[in-house]
T-cell receptor, first 123, second 111 residues
Framework: EVQLVESGGELAKPGGSLRLACAAS????????MSWVRQVPGKGLEWVGR????????????AAPLKGRFTISRDDSENMLYLQINSLKSEDTGVYYC?????FGSGSYFNEWGPGTLVTVSS | QSLLTQSPSVSGAPGQRVTISCTGS?????????VHWYQHRPGTAPKLLIY???RRPSEVPDRLSGSKSGISASLAITGLQAEDEADYFC???????????FGGGTKVTVL
């Protein structure tokens, strides 16, 4: 059974940094593309970015409005996915999900999701 | 403002059919990019319902179906059940943003 479990969400101050983690099990993590998606309170889902598998260069893509403050990385030896958020802003408050990112046809979709971790940015 | 527009809410009685629409533009759905659909209940992980416009994962019942035409896509739920009460999001790719985009979500209420 595929399991994705996020952690690291907490109350943080504006301007600070956070590192979120996602522990994966039940599938071949090293062979998977992975994405982070967030949901800001009262709004819909927003894609943050993805990291491809090593065989595809382990390259990263980020949502254009978020480029610069977010960094996605992975540790295939530990089956872990990470999201580093720097220069935190109040609008980063929300629930952050990790998801398996499946490329199919003309784009990708998110096949499996974790339950999310809550990030609150407030002074 | 989402590049994919969904009506904020739709409702129906048990057993009825409801349709959720997702309207994009020439840089996303109209450009031929696939549309995918998710169900999301508060406090839980989103669930993939439809991928590549009309394909259903094996565990999703066939009373859910997806379609796409022009710059729009739709998710239909027939035989509405209480468990269908949730938020539903469409997702695609946008060439002008060079990234994944989601619709704003539609809340389905079972009367």
């Amino acid at each position: 059974e595929v399991q994705l479990v996020e952690s690291g969400g907490e109350l943080a101050k504006p301007g600070g940094s956070l590192r979120l983690a996602c522990a994966a099990s039940g599938f071949t993590f090293s062979g998977a593309w992975m994405s982070w998606v967030r949901q800001v309170p009262g709004k819909g889902l927003e894609w943050v970015g993805r990291i491809k598998r090593k065989n595809d260069g382990e390259t990263t893509d980020y949502a254009a409005p978020l480029k610069g403050r977010f960094t996605i990385s992975r540790d295939d030896s530990e089956n872990m996915l990470y999201l580093q958020i720097n220069s935190l802003k109040s609008e980063d408050t929300g629930v952050y999900y990790c998801a398996t990112d499946v490329y199919f046809g003309s784009g990708s979709y998110f096949n499996e999701w974790g339950p999310g971790t809550l990030v609150t940015v407030s002074s | 403002q989402s590049l994919l527009t969904q009506s904020p809410s739709v409702s129906g009685a048990p057993g009825q059919r409801v349709t959720i629409s997702c309207t994009g533009s020439s840089s996303n759905i109209g450009a031929g990019y696939d549309v995918h659909w998710y169900q999301h209940r508060p406090g839980t992980a989103p669930k993939l319902l439809i991928y590549a416009n009309n394909r259903r994962p094996s565990e999703v019942p066939d009373r859910l179906s997806g379609s796409k035409s022009g710059i729009s896509a739709s998710l239909a739920i027939t035989g509405l059940q209480a468990e269908d009460e949730a938020d539903y999001f469409c997702q695609s790719y946008d060439s002008s943003l060079s990234g994944v985009i989601f619709g704003g979500g539609t809340k389905v209420t079972v009367l």
